[in-house]
């Protein structure tokens, strides 16, 4: 099962790679990214990044959805970490209702963003991304790390539009 | 989260500790102390012993910087006079992170065990980076088979 999709610009590291899996008690991080796969830098660097222990599966979009949906790993409990909203969206659109909660942290700032969280930045179609993830029924909520203050989907809005 | 006391030659455990917050967020059960120069054993032991009687009866794990220093030392003064303390020497920030986080049972002994396991472990993350990159090429990432 999907304990949580984070998602987060720098996919995995020490936030999330100790905080986060700790909160969530998961044994798999999974992470979906279509570049990953053939950058052997980015490969050492999360294997580096690891804690002992926890399984780390890195797949392309369509291969982290294939593991998503086989039923064999329906007992684990897997932090799937994309890197952007739209990579979230479409891994999402095609496991049904696995993910249920999406948790955002780490959104790099860029053109025509805005910020949202201390480290958080979001654009329009991000915003539209977060609209229509919540139209599946799933939770969005921002957070940096577990002892920071958690933004529900409306502060996010509201900061959004302020 | 677990209580912990660092011990360190100068202003290192300070330091450390506010790197752990940097990924853990507020930790309120972590200290930090430090020797200097010009303290001696006596004084180290005592503040030692301040900040683990501060915790009441509850676990305590203090971490030393070097096995080798008088830090470890005033440690072991302080370890022997103490049934819920713990000694653990080599500090580093996922040795700090994994014994503030790791959940500890009541019975001591099999507090030890974990502590044993989660000190192999951290042994085993000190790598030399230069042979995991320059090392054979990886097999190819498995594709879309849904395995892990």
């Known amino acids: 099962m999907i304990t949580i999709l984070r998602v987060d610009d720098r996919l995995l590291h020490g936030q999330v790679a100790v ?16 570049k990953m796969i053939t950058d052997k830098t980015m490969q050492t ?13 890195m797949k392309s979009l369509d291969g982290a959805i294939a593991v998503i949906n086989n039923p064999k790993h329906a ?3 897997i932090m799937l970490i994309t890197r ?12 049904g209702e696995a993910v249920r909660e999406m948790l955002l942290g780490g959104l790099k700032s860029g053109e025509g963003k805005k910020q949202i969280d201390m480290n958080s930045y979001m654009s329009e179609d991000d915003m539209a991304v977060l609209e229509r993830m919540e139209q599946k029924g799933i939770t969005v909520f921002m957070q940096a790390d577990p002892t920071s203050r958690r933004l529900d989907s409306s502060e996010i809005r509201k900061n959004y539009n302020k | ?18 790197s752990c917050e940097f990924i853990l967020g507020k930790v309120d059960s972590l200290k930090a102390l430090s020797i200097s120069m010009d303290t001696s054993m006596i004084q180290a032991e005592k503040m030692l012993q301040e900040t683990i009687c501060s915790y009441g009866e509850a676990p305590v794990i203090i971490i030393t910087d070097i096995a080798a220093g008088s830090t470890t030392q005033a440690g072991l003064q302080v370890l022997t006079r103490y049934k819920n303390v713990y000694l653990v020497s ?19 002994e099999e507090c030890l065990k974990i502590l044993r396991e989660i000190v192999q ?4 993350t000190i790598t030399l980076v230069n042979d995991l990159a320059d090392g054979e090429p990886e097999a ?6 849904g395995e892990l």
């Open chain 1, 84 to 95: 952007t909203m739209q990579d979230a969206e479409y891994v999402c659109g095609k496991t």
């Open chain 1, 45 to 57: 660097a999360f294997r580096l990044a690891t804690p002992p222990g926890i399984t780390l599966s």
């Open chain 2, 1 to 18: 989260m677990n209580n912990v006391v660092l011990l360190t030659h100068g202003e290192f455990s300070k330091g450390i500790a506010q």
């Open chain 2, 140 to 145: 190819e990432l498995s594709e879309e088979d």
């Open chain 2, 121 to 124: 472990q951290a042994r085993e």
């Open chain 2, 90 to 108: 080599g500090l580093n920030l996922g040795l700090l992170t994994e014994l503030l986080l790791t959940e500890l049972p009541d019975n001591r």
């Open chain 1, 19 to 34: 905080a986060w899996t700790n909160y969530y008690k998961v044994d798999v991080i999974l992470l979906a990214n279509d």
């Open chain 1, 75 to 77: 007992s684990r409990r």
